[in-house]
C-alpha cells in the first residue's frame, strides 16, 4: 500500500459528517463538499484520451481508500478553459484536473490552481527526484513555484511499419528528416494507389496537434522555443529549417493533413494504411492490443529523426499533462492525496502496460525503468529513455497558452500553402515577443 493510501486510510478512520453539494458541470459530476473531509468523493476533470485511464484510477482509488473518483471528461483543448471558468465563476465544481502543462503559469496566474510548493517540499513521501529530470521542472515549476506533479510524460517518438518500408527497398527507418521525406515520398509514390502513403501529419489547427508536429522538428533540428533567459527564438534558422521540413512532408501525408488529428491519424496507422507516424509511446500499446489494430507485430519504433546541423536526436514533450489542485475546492488535504497516489510510480507503471491502452506514458524513472514495462514492451522503454535528458518543451509560463496558440495560427497557414515557413516564424516571433517578453 502506498503512503499516500495510508495517509488516506488514517483519516477515514475518523467519523466525518457527510454533505453532498449537487454539481452543475457536465451532467454527470457528483458533489463538492463545503468543509475539507466532510465528503468522501473527488470530482476529476480529465481529457478525452485519459477517459480510459480514469476508469483504472477510479477504480483503484476507490478500492484502496474508499474514496470515490468522480471522473469528468472534457476535449483535449477545453480542459484548461473549462477549469479556469469553474473556479473564476464561483461554481468550484472541480477539485482536481490534470490540464496540458503548458497551461500551468495561465492557469496560476488565473488563480485556478493552487500554489503546492510547500507541500511538495515538505513531504518526502512523494519522492520527487524519482520523477523525469527533464518532465519534472516543465510539468510543475512556473517562476520558481510548484503548481503540480506529473501525471503523463507524453513524448512523442517515430513508429513505422516494417512490412511497408520492406516492400518499398527500405531496410531502416529514417534517421534524419531529410530521409523521413525522402522515402515518404517514394511510398506514397508507389502505393497510394492503394491507399498506402508516406506518413501521417497531425495537421489539425491544435497546438496539441499541428503545433507537436512542428515540435518534434524544432527537437530534430536543434532549436528552441525559447532561450536559456526566456527570450523567443522561434524564429532562428533552426525552427525555420524545421518548419520547411514539416511543409515538405505534406505532399506524401495521409489525406488531408489539415483535417488530421488523433482519431483519424490512429485510424490509418491501425488499418495499414500509413509507414509513417509519429505519436505517444502508448501507440505501441495500443498497435499490439487493439482489437482495429491489423499492426500486431508489424511495427517499429525508432528515436524521432535530426535534422540540418544537429546529430543528436532529442525527446520532444509536445502534450503532457499535470495533476493539479483546484483553487477553491474545500478538500485540498483529499485532493492532495490523490495525486500523490496517482502520480506514484506504483500507479504509472500500472498505467504503462495495462490493457486496455490507457494513453499514459512514463512519468517517473522507477516506472519507465520497471522489469514489468520492459518486459512487455522493451522497444517503447528504449525510446522512452530519450526523456531522461535535454527534452524539448513548450514555454509554460505566463502568456504561453495564448503563445502557443498563436503559434498553431501561422503553422496553419503554413500548411495552407498562404505563408512560407519563415513568413509564419517571423509573424509568431514579433507575437512572441509581445506575449512573452
Known sequence: MSASSRRILRRLAVP?????????????????????????ELTVLLISSHEGASKLLAERYEAETGVK?????????????TLALDQQSGANTIDVAAPWYVSIGDL?????????????????DLQTDDFIPSIYDPYSLVDGR??????????????????ILARNGFTQPPATWDEYVEQSRTIT?????????GNVIFGQKSPLILGASF?????????????????????????????????????????????????????????????????????????????????????????????????????????????????????????????????????????????PQTGIDPNRISSLESEAYGTAYPDLQRVNRATLDGALAWPTGKNATQAAEVLT?????????????????????????ELLG
Open 69 to 81: 473518483i468522480n471522473p469528468v471528461i472534457v476535449p483535449y483543448d477545453e480542459i484548461g478553459n
Open 215 to 355: 515540435a518534434n522538428r524544432l527537437a530534430g533540428f536543434g532549436g528552441e522555443f525559447v532561450d536559456a533567459d526566456g527570450k523567443p527564438v522561434i524564429n532562428s534558422p533552426e525552427a525555420i529549417e524545421a518548419a520547411q521540413s514539416l511543409a515538405d512532408s505534406l505532399a506524401s501525408a495521409y489525406p488531408t493533413p489539415a483535417e488530421t488529428a488523433f482519431g483519424e491519424g490512429n485510424s490509418a496507422w491501425y488499418a495499414g494504411n500509413a509507414a509513417f507516424i509519429e505519436n505517444w509511446t502508448d501507440l505501441g500499446v495500443g498497435s499490439q492490443t487493439n482489437p482495429d489494430s491489423t499492426v500486431k507485430d508489424k511495427w517499429g519504433v525508432t528515436l524521432l529523426p535530426v535534422g540540418g546541423e544537429n546529430t543528436t536526436s532529442r525527446a520532444s514533450l509536445v502534450a503532457g499533462f499535470t495533476w493539479v489542485v483546484a483553487a477553491n475546492t474545500a478538500k485540498t488535504d483529499l485532493a492532495r492525496d490523490f495525486i500523490a497516489w496517482a502520480s506514484s510510480s506504483e500507479v504509472n507503471e500500472e498505467l504503462l502496460v495495462a490493457d
Open 189 to 197: 509514390a508507389n502505393e497510394s494507389a492503394n491507399g498506402v502513403y
Open 16 to 40: 466525518a459528517t457527510l454533505a453532498v453539494t449537487a454539481l452543475a458541470l457536465a451532467s454527470c459530476a457528483s458533489g463538492s463538499a463545503s468543509a475539507d473531509g466532510d465528503d468522501q
Open 108 to 124: 496560476a496566474d488565473a488563480g485556478a490552481i493552487q500554489d503546492l510548493t510547500d507541500w511538495i517540499e515538505s513531504d518526502a
Open 146 to 163: 510548484r503548481y503540480g506533479l506529473p501525471f503523463d510524460g507524453d513524448t512523442h517518438v517515430l513508429f513505422y511499419n516494417k512490412e
Open 409 to 433: 495560427d501561422e503553422l496553419a497557414k503554413l500548411v495552407a500553402g498562404e505563408v512560407t515557413a519563415e513568413e509564419a516564424l517571423d509573424a509568431t516571433q514579433a507575437e512572441w515577443e
